[in-house]
């Protein structure tokens, strides 16, 4: 866990930055340091080392949101994750991050009431899913993973050279569809 998971833990979802917590670890150490490595080993020049960085960055926080998004919506079968684990633990996402933007007072007062409670149930968790539907934020969370994820494919296309650029662009698109 970093120091900024912990921070977002404590912090009010208004000055949380679920972003840049996902470009600092997830992207990082899913996706940047991987391609990094593989780029050194296989002798990559320092441009070819800049486009994998911001490749693997945009890529690695469009995963993120899309996993968040399964966390809380995905269906448990697939996912092999409870859709409630998240909402129980106050997860800071984008996508929560947004809601918490967008809602109402009262939108507001059911959020502070369910995210972060341990014996969170289902009704409280279908309140907090009608809140991310209604206030447009698991919507705009999602459009900002499928512009990150376009970006990554767009570097691919025009940075990398083949076949990894092939490999790249048919693994960002599998993102883009994923169920789990």
């Known amino acids: 866990m970093s120091l900024l998971d912990v921070y977002g833990d404590i912090d009010p979802l208004e000055r949380a930055d679920p972003l840049l917590v996902s470009a600092l670890k997830t992207a990082w150490y899913s996706c940047v340091v991987p391609l990094l490595a593989g780029a050194r080993l296989a002798g990559g020049d320092p441009t070819m080392l800049a486009h994998l960085e911001r490749l693997g960055l945009a890529l690695g926080v469009s995963f993120q949101i899309i996993d968040d998004d399964l966390g809380v919506f995905g269906d448990p079968a697939v996912t092999g994750k409870s859709r409630l684990s998240d909402l129980r633990s106050g997860k800071r996402t984008e996508m929560m991050r947004l809601a918490w933007e967008k809602a109402d007072a009262a939108q507001r007062s059911t959020l502070e009431a369910h995210l972060g ?38 570097i691919a296309a025009e940075r990398i050279p083949a076949p990894l650029s092939g490999h790249l662009v048919a693994l960002i698109d599998g993102l883009l569809g994923r169920a789990s």
Request: hydrophobic share 45%; aromatic share 0%; net charge positive.
């Open 117 to 154: 409670d341990p014996t969170l149930g289902e009704e409280g968790a279908a309140a907090v899913r009608a809140i991310l539907v209604d206030t447009g934020a698991r919507d705009a969370a999602l459009r900002t993973a499928r512009v990150r994820a376009r970006a990554a494919s767009r």
